[in-house]
């Protein structure tokens, strides 16, 4: 039986998977940056790239088992539409916004940029922020 409002057919987004999707584009791109601010060395920020990735993964999954899933491990979808919005921007802000300050914790840690850490924590936030709109606006209107 589909979820009320919903007819076989319609075009849905998961919110997980936004979440997912907004969280590892915004790993890459944050991580990938603030390597490249730490150490202006492209070498370095491509490894960032993927680690930042894989840690976006890493914080999706734990994400979206706590706001998204159920008991009986459905997830939760919404039609798409403008409607939409008001459940996709949390979902992507969520991503974005959570990976973004774990990249940022890490970034400090491993680098002990602890004297730097305001001009590197607004860097990726406000990168995240932006990215986690991004996807939800797409996701919600294409």
Not at 56 to 75: D, E, I, K, N, P
Request: glycine fraction near 12%.
């Amino acid at each position: 039986m589909p979820p009320e409002g919903l007819n076989p057919g319609d075009r849905v987004v998961e919110l997980a998977g936004l979440l997912h999707s907004a969280a590892i584009a915004t790993g890459a791109l944050t991580g990938a940056w603030l390597l490249w601010l730490i150490k202006k060395s492209w070498l370095a920020s491509l490894g960032a790239l993927l680690g930042g990735a894989a840690l976006g993964f890493l914080v999706a999954q734990a994400l979206s088992h706590l706001l998204y899933r159920t008991a009986a491990g459905h997830t939760t979808v919404v039609k798409v539409g403008s409607a939409s919005l008001s459940s996709t921007i949390p979902a992507g802000l969520a991503g974005g916004f959570t990976t973004a300050v774990a990249v940022v914790v890490i970034m400090v840690l491993a680098f002990g940029t602890r004297t730097k850490s305001l001009p590197l924590f607004s860097v990726p936030v406000c990168c995240g922020v932006v990215v986690g709109v991004i996807f939800a606006c797409l996701g919600s209107l294409l």
